[in-house]
């Protein structure tokens, strides 16, 4: 065996052994609910010309953007982006998926930072604030298709940029 090899086998060995590590403290702060949407997050997508949009800042900084598909008041289709830590991927991960092929009255009723905290089976108090933002940025874009609903030729001059 080269000495190269034994290095390569060594140092993949430490991430491997390091990966672990941070794998299992998280399982101590965090259900399984939390980690498989941190890992595996469902609608983190852009969707162009979106029905409803909002993008809100949380109190940490972070930001979350929504996206909704609106057909005869029934989401049939949302996304969400964020440049926040991995418990706001999770909270926006469940808020859209919540929000999926409900009614638009449904959706709002529904969504909320309680409903998020209770689908994902709590957060530190720390990250209580994550679900509050997606709560906050699902409402605000229920309201901004209520309002194009409304308003409907003022869509045609909204630009929602989707990289
Ligand atoms: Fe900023 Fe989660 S830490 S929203």
Not at 10 to 25: G, Y
Request: charged residues 30%.
């Amino acid at each position: 065996m080269t000495a190269n090899k034994v290095k390569d086998e060594d140092l993949e060995k430490f991430a491997k052994e390091l990966q672990e590590q941070i794998m299992s403290q998280l399982r101590q702060q965090y259900s399984a609910e939390v980690i498989d949407r941190w890992q595996n997050p469902r609608n983190f997508k852009r969707i162009e010309n979106p029905d409803g949009y909002a993008q809100v800042k949380g109190s940490c900084g972070d930001s979350m953007e929504m996206f909704l598909k609106i057909e005869d008041d029934r989401i049939i289709d949302c996304g969400f982006f964020t440049d926040g830590c991995g418990t706001t991927i999770a909270c926006g991960s469940i808020a859209t998926e919540v929000a999926q092929g409900k009614s638009f009255i449904e959706a709002l009723a529904l969504v909320s930072a309680d409903e998020i905290l209770k689908r994902l089976g709590g957060l530190p108090e720390e990250d209580v604030h994550c679900a509050q933002l997606a709560a906050e940025t699902m409402r605000r874009a229920l309201a901004d298709y209520l309002f194009q609903k409304k308003q409907s030729w003022k869509k045609l001059y909204r630009k929602v940029e989707v990289e």
